[in-house]
């Protein structure tokens, strides 16, 4: 259950991710947009995953290369939370 929810949270900072950078909407509006609804929260996850907070992260214009790195990051970050939940599972 823990891996499903780590999943999930990862999935929905990638969609935070991709909202943020059109720049068309409020970060409480991303918030429920990805199924996340309370605002805090969504900001806490996000940092846990992104290492800053979505308005951090807004207001930093992400240029390409940083964009790059923090989706590799998030591909890296999916990857290791499937790769754990296999793990368990084949170990059972």
Known sequence: AVLMQELAVSRSVKRAVQFIETGEYSMTQISYMVGIND?????????????MTPTEYRDKGMNKINCQKIHEFIKTDIFVVLYKADKQLIAK
């Open 39 to 51: 605002p805090r929260y969504f900001s806490k996850c996000f940092k846990q995953k992104m290492g």
